[in-house]
């Protein structure tokens, strides 16, 4: 199984961008797919994570109303639209599925996910 992250770049506060998570070599129809963020000299951070059967998806505090997570299974793809965003936001965005459907617990521990993408660069300047 495969995870290639892209959509990364560099953006002015307040600005938008778009990433995209696709994957191969698996499925992930009972799982669910999560990301991730990590700054320099930071832990991996939770961001989002939905299910690929449909369902309520979860969104950390920090990005709750500017971020959008959104899936297209017939692409294998999911895609996280971030809008408004802060300098804070920068880091390397990690896209990760796990097989197994999570329970809400473990959803927002990278341990959970047995797939991860390289990441992606999102910088935003201030």
């Known amino acids: 199984v495969q995870l290639q992250a892209s959509g990364g770049g560099l953006v002015q506060a307040g600005g938008s961008l778009t990433l995209s998570c696709s994957s191969s070599?698996?499925?992930?129809?009972?799982?669910?797919m999560g990301w991730f963020r990590q700054a320099p000299g930071q832990e991996r951070e939770f961001v989002v994570v939905?299910?690929?059967?449909?369902?309520?998806?979860y969104y950390a505090d920090s990005v709750k109303d500017r971020f959008t997570i959104s899936r297209d299974n017939t692409k294998n793809t999911v895609y996280l639209q971030m809008n408004n965003l802060k300098p804070e936001d920068t880091a390397v965005y990690y896209c990760?599925?796990?097989?197994?459907?999570?329970?809400?617990?473990?959803?927002?521990?990278?341990?959970?996910?047995?797939?991860w993408g390289q990441g992606t660069q999102v910088t935003v300047s201030s």
């Open positions: 990760a599925a796990s097989t197994r459907r999570l329970i809400i617990s473990t959803m927002t521990d990278p341990a959970a996910y047995a797939y």
């Open positions: 939905i299910r690929w059967s449909g369902g309520p998806t």
């Open positions: 070599g698996g499925t992930f129809s009972s799982g669910n």
